[in-house]
C-alpha cells in the first residue's frame, strides 16, 4: 500500500516533468488570471515573482522527448542542447503559456538565446538577469536591487501585482518552507540512500519547477512520508558518491537509473540548483527586497556560474563528499558547457589532494545509450568496495 504511495506520487511528478506543453501552467492561468514567468537555469528570485501573483516557470530543456529540427538552424554544433531545444519548444508552441522569459547570466550561449528569444518573440517580456559577481553590499548589493526592482517594474507594467513588503515576506515564508522541505530529501537520502532513489527525487524536485509553491511541497512532504514509512526498500553494498557538475543542463532520466543500477547511492548532488541556490531560511524580518539581496549575496551555494577564487574552487566539493560521507565523485557534466568543464581541472585537483577517488563523464540532455557509462560507473563503484574494504 506504501509502496503504491510512492509510486503513485513518482509518477505524477514525472508527467508534469514530462509534459512540455505546460498543461499544468495553461491549467493554473485558467484558473487565476495570473501571468507566467518561465526562467532558465540556474537561479531567480521566485519570491519576487510570487510576491506580484506570478507563477514562476523552471525550463530545463526537453530530454529526449522532442525532435530537434528547427532548434537545430540556431546554434553552432559545439554548444550545449539546451537552448535548442528551448527554441524548438518556443517555436512549435509549446510556450505560448509563458508570458516571457529570465535568462540568468549563466553562459554566453544562455546570453545569446535572451536575445535570440527577443528578435523571435517581440511582444514577449524577456530579460537578463544579471546576477552580481561582487558580494559587497554596497556594490553588488545595490546592483541586484536595482535589477529586482527593475523586473518588478517591467512586469507591473505588465498586468502583474507591484509587490509590497507584506506580499514579499509571504513569499519568502512559502520558499522557506520548501527549502526545509528539499534540504530533509537530501539528508534522508544521505542516511538512508535506498529509501530515496535519486531518479525519484529528481523527479519529485523538477515537478516544483511548474507547479505553484504551496502545491509542492505539499507533494515533497506527502513523498517524504511515503519513503519513510516504506520497509520493502533494503540497503545495498553500493559505493556512496556524489555526482557533480549538472547544474545547468540536466541529465537523462535513464543517466540516473544506470548510474543507480551501476552500483552507485548518489548522496549528493547539483540538479536543479533553483531549488537550493539559497542555503538556509531568508529571514522575514526588515525589508524583504533587501533580506533576498542579502541571501544571495552571503548564503548562496557553490556555482561553476558563481565567482570564487581559484584556490577556492572545489573546495565547496571536498566539503560535500566529507559531510556525506561519501566514498567518491562522479564528475557528470554536459558536453560543451564551458562553466563546468573549465571548473573541472580545479575541482579534480581539489578532490585528489584529499585522496578521493574520482571518475568524468559527458552527457546531453536528450542522451539515449549508457552502456559505457554504466561499465565506466560499475568499475568505479566496484574498486571503490574492493580497496575500502582491503
Known sequence: MIASSVSTLVERAEALCRDLRLQSVRDWKARTGGLAIGYLPVYVPRELLVAQGILPVGL??????LEIIRG???YQSYICHLPRSTIEMGLDGSLDCLDGLLFPAICDVIRNLSGMWQMLFPDKYAHY???????????????YRDE?????????????SAP???SLREA????????????SLYELRAAEPWKIPTWELYVVLRAGLVLPVTEHTTLLEAYREAALADTTRLPMDQARVVLTGSFCEQ?????????????CYIVDDDFIQVLRWIRSDVPVEGDPLENLVNSLLDDAIASPTRYSDQDEVGGELVERVQRRQAEGVLFCAPSFCDPALLDQPMAVAAVERRGIPWTSFKYSEN???????REQAGTFADSIKLWSEA
Open 60 to 65: 530545463m530543456g526537453a530530454g529526449a522527448d
Open 72 to 74: 537545430d538552424a540556431y
Open 129 to 143: 538577469l544579471d546576477l552580481p559577481q561582487n558580494f559587497d553590499r554596497e556594490l553588488g548589493g545595490r546592483f
Open 148 to 160: 529586482l526592482e527593475t523586473i518588478a517594474r517591467d512586469l507591473a507594467a505588465r498586468g502583474a
Open 164 to 166: 509590497t513588503p507584506e
Open 172 to 183: 519568502i515564508v512559502l520558499y522557506n518552507e520548501n527549502r526545509a522541505v528539499v534540504r
Open 251 to 263: 541529465p537523462p532520466l535513464g543517466l540516473l537509473k544506470t548510474l543507480e543500477r551501476a552500483g
Open 367 to 373: 542522451s539515449g545509450q549508457f552502456q559505457v557509462i
